[in-house]
């Protein structure tokens, strides 16, 4: 016997008072190794107006390329002070930031290693169910060869690699099209 | 790494469509692009962990969280949280968040001409129990009136947020009360075509969970995507 998943319903425009409690904008104290960055960026809809009342998810494993969570059975070193989520709401003009560390390459299909990449979900008035995308980052050699890219045609790609701004390294622009022109990958999870 | 177990994927006509026109809101918001098909890796069968460190174990009542009690008719909302092998899913966290008694949200976009009320503020969480799960003590929320179209107005209703075990199982869902002549006319409500998939929805008044001279009593199970019982591999 197989029960049925219950329906998604939007969060609504209020749902700041719900999840607000739980908002991580910074995922990594001082402390915990890895490369510093920050991802910054906009959600936007399908006329190129801001989305005020959006909130991502973002989970991502640890800098050596584990995820803080049971099923990660891979040896490799955990970080007890790197959770490895974040929950950042957007602002009156639709924009969102977060720092973290880079992840490290995480295993896929086939036990090839995946681009690093960070898991996000978008959630916001009007989306009656929440959206999934992924964030990878510039100049990665291992994006030409990651098996999700190789999902996404050539000319979509690029919606879902950051970019550098800013002139610092670390300093990432990463945004959220929900649709239109230049819309957003987004993935049947 | 052994291969790991994916997710399975919601049953046709369980789940709302992104573009629902009459909820207005998301024409321009729902993507136009079909989704891509993403088999689960270890980046979905993972998703964050919560524990008793996290909460406030005071913030699973609603009514007792300021000076006073809130106006309205309290009310206990329990349930389980389950999977689609009917497993209990442990030591999730549950959110929830509502409207007040009056049908107003303590939020500054909120301009329904309806009184806030300084004891309630209307959100609260828990983690679910060994057996999945959850209890809540609140307000029966009121309906209120929306923009979306003419004379519109929202069933009573409460928002939930569930993680479960991993990043692919999130939910977010609205839990509905029995019998609300608003139900026929609400376009989110009504976003989910699948008829006994929307039935879901609605809790059902429970005598078990009724407080004497206390509180009516309504349950909620709320059912998380289960696990493929065959080995996910590539393809």
Not at chain 2, 97 to 104: E, H, L, T, V, Y
Request: hydrophobic share 35%; glycine share 10%; proline share 10%.
């Amino acid at each position: 016997m197989s029960l049925r998943a219950t329906s998604s319903q939007t969060v609504g425009p209020y749902f700041a008072i719900g999840l607000t409690w739980l908002e991580r904008s910074d995922l990594a104290e001082p402390g915990v190794p890895g490369e510093r960055i920050s991802i910054e960026g906009r959600v936007l809809d399908g006329d190129g107006n801001p989305v005020p009342d959006a909130v991502l998810e973002v989970w991502q494993a640890n800098s050596h390329g584990k995820y803080a969570h049971p099923e990660d059975t891979q040896k490799k070193p955990a970080e007890p002070a790197f959770r490895g989520f974040g929950r950042i709401p957007t602002d009156d003009e639709g924009r969102f930031r977060f720092t973290t560390i880079k992840p490290g390459p995480v295993p896929g299909p086939d036990d090839r290693l995946q681009a690093p990449h960070i898991a996000v979900t978008v959630l916001a008035r009007g989306l009656l169910q929440r959206l999934v995308t992924r964030i990878y980052f510039p100049g990665e050699p291992a994006n030409e060869t990651d098996f999700a890219l190789g999902l996404v045609s050539p000319e979509r790609r690029g919606t879902l690699i950051a970019r550098q701004t800013g002139g610092d390294a670390g300093r990432l622009e990463w945004n959220v099209i929900l649709q239109g022109p230049g819309e957003t990958v987004f993935f049947d999870c | 790494m052994k291969h790991l177990a994916g997710y399975r994927r919601p049953y046709p006509g369980t789940q709302p469509n992104y573009l629902s026109p009459l909820y207005r809101s998301s024409i321009k918001r729902a993507p136009t692009e079909p989704l891509i098909y993403l088999p689960h890796t270890l980046s979905e069968v993972t998703g964050p962990v919560f524990g008793p460190g996290d909460v406030d174990v005071k913030a699973c009542d609603l009514t007792h969280l300021h000076a006073g009690e809130p106006l309205g008719e309290r009310i206990v909302v329990r349930g389980r949280v389950i999977d689609e092998n009917g497993r209990p899913v442990p030591n999730t966290l549950v959110e929830l968040w509502q409207a007040n008694a009056s049908g107003r949200y303590l939020h500054k976009w909120d301009q329904h001409d309806a009184p806030l009320d300084p004891n309630f503020t209307g959100c609260g969480h828990t983690l679910t129990d060994a057996e999945g799960r959850y209890r809540f003590v609140t307000i029966r929320p009121g309906e209120y009136p929306w923009r979306n179209h003419y004379n519109a107005w929202r069933p009573a209703h409460i928002h939930f947020s569930v993680f479960g075990p991993a990043f692919a199982t999130r939910l977010i869902t609205q839990m509905y009360f029995p019998g609300d002549p608003l139900l026929p006319f609400d376009p989110i409500f009504n976003s989910t075509p699948d008829e006994k998939a929307r039935e879901r929805l609605i809790s059902q008044f429970d005598w078990e969970t009724t407080l004497p001279v206390q509180a009516l009593g309504y349950r909620f199970d709320m059912v998380l995507s289960g696990r493929e019982s065959t080995p996910w591999e590539a393809k």
